[in-house]
């Protein structure tokens, strides 16, 4: 039977049979981004709608551009105008670019500005007391921002739960307490480099954060066991990464506050503290075998083989560890490893300038572990490309060639 043909006259345009909100089901429909920038080149509307559902925008754009943005793209919810390092564009983002986010885009949750130097308190001020429902804010490497600045954001922002400030030295321990006062549910907090920051700090902080997950005060240089063991009690079932890279006032006082506490630990990055030694390291591991992941304690010069033995026998979800400059540890460490093991789970193992490590301690390991993808055996002079079979899936690091994995930065 032949398709019946309407007249013209009879047609029913698209547009005239759908709604707003029908379009918009249509548009939510659409899996692939190229197919939902298709949809909106059908025509004005389909455009607009397009425009208006959209969720998340990368840009690079000043004033003016970002006013008209802002009208289009009026439910944005992440927005990320962050700079790289080596390419930036001039004059940058500026505190003007920033009052008109604070007042275009009000449905705002994600704001990214990393490494947008020309920021300063007055912008940061603006996105304050403009974007109460942000969550998540990322200005690294701002370093004109002061506490000015951020205590108007944890004062105008109360929902915020990631908020990233490596690199602002400027920062002191009064943006920890406007946090603490109006910010309880931050869990993630990056603060490396902001060596203003004190026990005191921390101490305070934790009195009204008591959810934190993720902690980064890798070379935080004035912080030490008091404000690492109020964050390990505080914060005692949702911590499960600590960054303490070369926080040398660290020792053994933390870590047993951890092992007491943190019970879901799953990162520990404590490389450059010097002052921790064995005791506390086992009681870690017996207290966290179950949960803890990735191990870096690099430079830590007084650890030896009792605890990489006790780590790599009791941890039996490790996947990376770093002993780098560890000298006393030796194959010694690696007696542990008998038949009735079972096997390991490591895939990151960085022993780089242990010199008492040989190919024989290295080759236990290897008959143990089938799923290591690197090792770092750089300044290690026992062990050779010539001396061991490296399985085809592990890169091997010998001399400083390969590009390192990221999981223990």
């Given amino acids: 039977m032949a398709t019946e043909v309407l007249p013209l006259s009879e047609t029913v345009c698209i547009n005239d049979a759908l709604t707003d909100d029908e379009l918009r089901s249509v548009l939510a429909k659409l899996e692939s981004d190229q197919d939902k920038e298709l949809f909106g080149l059908v025509c ?14 990368f840009a690079r754009a000043g004033p003016h551009m970002l006013e008209r943005m802002a009208a289009r793209f009026s439910r944005l919810l992440e927005l990320d105008l962050s700079q790289s390092v080596s390419r930036s564009f001039y004059p940058g983002v500026t505190d003007s670019d920033l009052s008109v986010i604070a007042d275009g885009f009000k449905c705002l949750k994600v704001l990214n500005l990393q490494n947008c130097k020309g920021i300063t308190d007055k912008g940061i001020v603006a996105i304050g007391n403009g974007l109460s429902s942000l969550q998540s804010l990322d200005i690294s490497y701002c370093r004109k921002l002061t506490d000015k600045g951020l205590v108007a954001v944890a004062s105008g922002c109360p929902k915020l739960h990631s908020l990233h400030l490596a690199g602002c030295r400027l920062v002191t321990d009064k943006v920890l307490q406007a946090l603490s006062k109006n910010c309880p549910n931050i869990e993630e907090l990056w603060l490396q480099g902001c060596s203003n920051i004190t026990d005191s700090g921390l101490s305070d902080l934790v009195r009204g954060c008591r959810g934190i997950k993720f902690l980064d005060i890798n070379k ?16 005692a079932t949702s911590l499960k990464t600590l960054k303490l890279l070369d926080c040398y ?20 990055i404590i490389g450059g503290c ?5 005791e506390s390291i086992q009681l870690l591991a017996t207290a966290c075998e179950f949960t803890l992941k990735n191990l870096r304690m690099d430079w830590c010069l007084n650890i030896s083989n009792s605890s990489l033995s006790c780590i790599l026998t009791k941890c039996r979800n490790l996947e990376a560890l770093d002993i780098g400059c560890c000298e006393e540890v030796s194959d010694a460490a690696f007696e542990c490893l008998t038949s009735r093991q079972s096997a390991l789970t490591l895939k990151v193992l960085k022993v780089n300038n242990c010199p008492k490590i040989t190919e024989a301690g290295i080759g236990r390991l290897l008959d143990k572990c089938n799923s290591l993808e690197y090792l770092d055996v750089r300044s290690c002079p026992h062990i050779t490309e010539s001396g061991l079979q490296f399985p085809d899936y592990c890169r091997v690091n010998f001399t400083g060639n390969l590009s390192e994995p990221d999981v223990l930065l």
């Fill in 44 to 57: 004005k509307r389909w455009l607009r709608l397009q425009s208006t559902e959209r969720k998340k925008l």
């Fill in 274 to 278: 010097r002052d921790i030694t064995d």
């Fill in 249 to 268: 006032k660290i020792g053994n006082p933390s870590i047993l506050s951890l092992a007491r506490f943190c019970k879901n630990l799953e990162t520990l």
């Fill in 220 to 235: 935080c240089s004035n912080v030490g066991d008091i404000g690492v063991s109020s964050v390990s009690e505080a914060c």
